[in-house]
């Protein structure tokens, strides 16, 4: 887990680092302002991982995941809306995503997007190592 700061991150972040498609879009993520302020833990990486209650490492890497400072744990488009909105470049498309029934489209097409990941995980590699459990 990396925070530059020593108080409580504005969230925390769960990532499969071993995704290519995953790791591409954090190295985004955290070169934004504002990234300081959260705890980014990999996932795939090999040793313990601090996911706290309610996140096993499977469900975390099967499924994008943040905790927020009050321990709550959400999960798929509702975790990115909880990303975008600690970032300012990115707040514009969390208020966009409050929108009534935006959210659940979000939803929809994250989980519709899921079992491509693999394939698409694949095509980023140029053909290389397979991408299944490292990509969901």
Do not use: N
């Not at 096993?56 to 488009?77: E, I, M, Q, Y």
């Not at 969390?94 to 095509?123: C, N, S, T």
């Amino acid at each position: 887990m990396s925070t530059s700061q020593t108080a409580r991150p504005a969230l925390t972040v769960y990532y499969d680092g071993a995704c290519p498609l995953c790791a591409a879009e954090i190295r985004l993520y955290r070169r934004s302002e504002g990234a300081e302020r959260i705890a980014w833990v990999d996932v795939g990486a090999e040793g313990p991982a601090e996911l706290g209650p309610g996140l096993t490492r499977g469900a975390a890497r099967a499924r994008f995941h943040v905790r927020r400072p009050d321990g709550a744990l959400v999960s798929g488009a509702a975790g990115f809306v909880a990303l975008w909105a600690v970032l300012p470049r990115w707040r514009f498309l969390a208020w966009l995503a409050r929108l009534p029934g935006v959210l659940g489209l979000g939803e929809l097409a994250y989980r519709l997007f899921l079992p491509l990941r693999p394939w698409i995980a694949r095509r980023v590699r140029g053909g290389g190592p397979r991408c299944d459990k490292a990509c969901g």
